[in-house]
């Protein structure tokens, strides 16, 4: 039986209700690899490891094709896969010339149904588990960010452009409570959008905001 270790996080009060609020988050038991999970599957088995990592292969390879193809997929006792689109900014520099709006479709996520069996399973798997409390999680807090809105993360972010010469994805991830990663995607998403007054000089881990010639405040000396 394993033991499984959880954190009790407090959230930031950001409708200042003066109520303290917890949430609880497993610790990671660390990555079972394809490798050691075919081989649990496999164990006392009359087939082989080979065969069933043919299958997977083959599974997954028709699954992409079939969910790309527009299709919601069931696999038995698991659950239903299916894609979700989102716009996005025309990459064709001959298309942005023409239309500085041209978007396309591109997929931004995959959604899982799950199964009410599989769900249920689990849920007897994680009933005979030990638990325990992990150390050193107490005053932990989740960021939640005191602007809700975008638009409202949008002119925070402006206003400290508006005396900083650049602003870094962990300037905006503390002006706004948000996560880092979070901030990385808002930002990406964020320039994208002329109406938010945002450009990016540098790329990668070297990529910092600016505001657009546009948006810049004139020296007035």
Request: net charge positive; charged share 25%.
């Amino acid at each position: 039986m394993a033991t499984i270790e959880y954190y009790k996080l407090e959230q930031r009060d950001s409708l200042h209700t003066g109520q303290k609020r917890f949430v609880h988050r497993l610790k990671n038991n660390g990555l079972i690899t394809a490798r050691q999970f075919i081989s649990k599957v496999t164990r006392n088995k009359n087939y082989s490891p080979a065969a069933v990592t043919g299958i997977l292969i083959d599974v997954a390879d028709e699954l992409a094709r079939l969910i790309a193809e527009g299709h919601s997929v069931e696999l038995m006792n698991i659950g239903i896969f299916s894609v979700g689109v989102r716009m996005k900014a025309a990459e064709d520099t001959d298309l942005a010339h023409k239309n500085k709006n041209a978007r396309s479709l591109e997929i931004n996520h995959i959604n899982f149904r799950k199964n009410n069996e599989f769900f249920e399973s689990v849920c007897n798997h994680f009933s005979h588990q030990n638990f325990r409390r992990a150390h050193g999680d107490v005053g932990v807090r989740i960021k939640v960010s005191q602007y809700p809105q975008v638009r409202n993360r949008m002119i925070v972010a402006r206003e400290f452009l508006a005396t900083h010469p650049f602003m870094t994805i962990r300037d905006y991830a503390t002006l706004t409570g948000l996560s880092y990663s979070t901030a990385q995607r808002e930002l990406k998403e964020a320039w994208q959008e002329p109406k938010n007054g945002l450009d990016i000089l540098g790329s990668g881990s070297h990529r910092v905001y600016i505001l657009r010639k546009e948006e810049a405040p004139k020296n007035e000396g």
